[in-house]
């Protein structure tokens, strides 16, 4: 059974930096885009971006691009969502979502993480 | 950008009644690249249908999809306690694959 591990709950300063990641447990894992969502405190959901691990093969939401870095470690079917500056508004639950058909990136999302709450609070 | 919007925000049912989900996009959703989703309190989302009206794997028959173009309806046709949730659709035919705000399923 294909699952994606999300890493543990954060909780940081704003202004600081941060990284957290979703391992997949197939070898396939490079053969799939994953995305990543947000969802804030009692919001909706939202699309932040995707990875194509096979060759860190990118696309972004324009309300997120330059906000986050979305990057891959083929080598370990690992995939991550960092910031450089965490602001008070990136407080929100973080979902990683593999694309349901592979190679295709018009995919809906079939397997999801467990999602990591991250809060940023001084 | 596609914005999707659903109705009603919140529809309030008892279990065995029919549940009727709307979601709208502002712009044609291209070959019916349009999915739905359930959240639970607590949980990730789960994917319902894709493709406008095709069922994911090991989703019960009595959900539904259907639609096209810019009009999209998920059905559930007799509510299960366990199906009172958050339903949400997306569009994944248009970077970037926007979701709509979610129609909350309570019990009345």
């Known amino acids: 059974e294909v699952q994606l591990v999300q890493s543990g709950a954060e909780v940081k300063k704003p202004g600081e930096s941060l990284k957290i990641s979703c391992k997949g447990s197939?070898?396939?894992?490079?053969?799939?885009?994953l995305a990543w969502v947000r969802q804030m405190p009692g919001k909706g959901l939202e699309w932040m971006g995707i990875?194509?691990?096979?060759?860190?093969?990118?696309r972004f939401s324009p309300s997120f691009q330059g906000q986050v870095t979305i990057s891959a470690d083929k080598s370990i079917s690992t995939a991550y969502l960092q910031w450089s500056s965490l602001k008070d508004s990136d407080s929100a639950m973080y979902y990683c979502?593999?694309?349901?058909?592979?190679?295709?990136?018009?995919?809906?999302?079939?397997?999801w993480g467990q999602g990591t709450m991250v809060t940023v609070s001084s | 950008e596609i914005v999707l919007t659903q109705s009603p925000g919140t529809l309030s049912l008892s279990p065995g009644e029919r549940a009727t989900l709307s979601c709208r996009a502002s712009?044609?959703?291209?070959?019916?690249?349009l999915a739905w989703y359930q959240q639970k309190p607590g949980q990730a989302p789960r994917l319902l249908i894709y493709?406008?009206?095709s069922r994911a794997t090991g989703i019960p028959d009595r959900f539904s999809g259907s639609g096209s173009g810019t009009d999209f309806t998920l059905t559930i046709s007799r509510l299960e306690p366990e199906d009172f949730a958050v339903y949400y659709c997306?569009?994944?035919?248009?970077?970037?694959?926007?979701f709509g705000p979610g129609t909350k399923v309570d019990i009345k």
């Open positions: 979502a593999r694309l349901s058909d592979s190679g295709i990136y018009r995919s809906p999302f079939d397997i």
């Open positions: 197939a070898h396939s894992f490079t053969s799939y885009w």
């Open positions: 990875i194509y691990p096979g060759d860190s093969d990118t």
């Open positions: 712009q044609s959703v291209s070959s019916s690249y």
């Open positions: 493709g406008a009206s």
């Open positions: 997306q569009q994944y035919g248009s970077s970037p694959y926007t």
